[in-house]
């Protein structure tokens, strides 16, 4: 089983970032996906979520509007496009399908 996030990086306020999570070894397209965030000193946050067909979603307060989650089940994929970013914004992101868990990618929102 594998979950892996890629698509963090340094961005200007305002930019944009796109998060992909790519998962394997399971069946990725039952289950509801989730990316949390976590900035230093912080506890974990749930950002964004998305059902399993995705035609369900929900998010956070902080991110509304700003923040789209999609997925891709052929791709076995779930996303998270970044807009209008703010330096609090900043922290690693995690990606959340059933039990499993990513690595984190670290977005940085710093001029």
């Known amino acids: 089983v594998q979950v892996v996030e890629s698509g963090g990086g340094l961005v200007q306020p305002g930019g944009s970032l796109r998060l992909s999570c790519a998962a394997s070894?399971?069946?990725?397209?039952?289950?509801?996906s989730s990316w949390y965030r976590q900035a230093p000193g912080k506890e974990r946050e749930l950002v964004a979520r998305?059902?399993?067909?995705?035609?369900?979603?929900n998010y956070a307060d902080p991110v509304k509007g700003r923040f789209t989650v999609s997925r891709d089940n052929a791709k076995n994929t779930v996303y998270l496009q970044m807009n209008s970013l703010k330096p609090e914004d900043t922290a690693v992101y995690y990606c959340?399908?059933?039990?499993?868990w990513g690595q984190g990618t670290q977005v940085t929102v710093s001029s």
């Open positions: 959340n399908v059933y039990a499993y």
């Open positions: 998305i059902s399993s067909a995705g035609d369900d979603t």
């Open positions: 070894g399971f069946t990725f397209s039952r289950w509801t």
